[in-house]
């Protein structure tokens, strides 16, 4: 079920008071036009209307799809120190209360970004894992090793039998495509599963670049 709250809101820029729907869990199969909000990058958006100044609430949203076997929790955070707070407080209150009991089977994702949450919806919506998607990420932006660092890699479509990266250079802002073949995908997914890695979650997760990373140098993360 699909959770919101009311709040009255001041916007930062002109101080204007708002009243904004705030949604706190979505769940995706009882509600596919939320889904589809956060997929435009409008969900928790506030939007002045007397100024017309957005911004993305801080409240975080716990996203659920069944159908997919995948929860998400996004919350938004400020820096790195702060979301590895974030991170061990939800993963002790699940431990304690046993949430996730019920949910064994299921890809359970942490992330603090909000292009990330919509990514990882998009990921498993073209039946395929985040784990063999961010070690491809990484691999696209490893050919160009010289300008890697101020470069960022996305997840963009499946198409056909490609999948398609859109690679952003932070420096000029330019955007570029890569494709890998499916194949490719089929053949690193096994062979992560040969090296320990599992496809479901026994805990929250940060699958991202740094996770990524550790796969790359060989570290069995036993997940």
Known sequence: MSINSKQQVKCPKCSELSDVTVWQSVTAHDSPDLKEDILKGNLNVFRCPSCGNAALMPDPILYTDSDKKLMITFAPCSSDAERAVA?????????????????????????????????????????????????????????????????????????????????????????????????????????????????????????????????LRGVNNNL
């Not at 919509?118 to 985040?130: S, T």
């Not at 300008?147 to 890699?153: G, L």
């Not at 805990?203 to 740094?210: F, T, Y």
Request: proline share 1%; with cysteine; net charge negative.
């Open 87 to 215: 991170f061990e407080s939800i993963k002790k209150t699940s431990k304690q209360s046993g949430e996730l009991d019920g949910f064994a089977d299921f890809n359970l994702r942490f992330i603090s970004s909000y292009n990330e949450f919509m990514e990882k919806i998009l990921i498993f919506d073209n039946g395929l894992h985040d784990k063999v998607i961010e070690l491809l990420k990484l691999l696209v932006l490893m050919q160009d090793s010289e300008n890697m660092a101020h470069r960022v890699c996305m997840f963009g479509k499946k198409d056909g039998d490609e999948l398609e990266f859109l690679v952003q250079d932070k420096r000029d802002g330019k955007l570029y495509t890569s494709r890998i073949p499916m194949q490719s995908y089929d053949t690193v997914k096994e062979q992560l599963r040969q090296s320990g890695v599992k496809y479901k979650s026994f805990d929250w997760e940060i699958v991202d670049s740094d996770y990524a990373a550790k796969l």
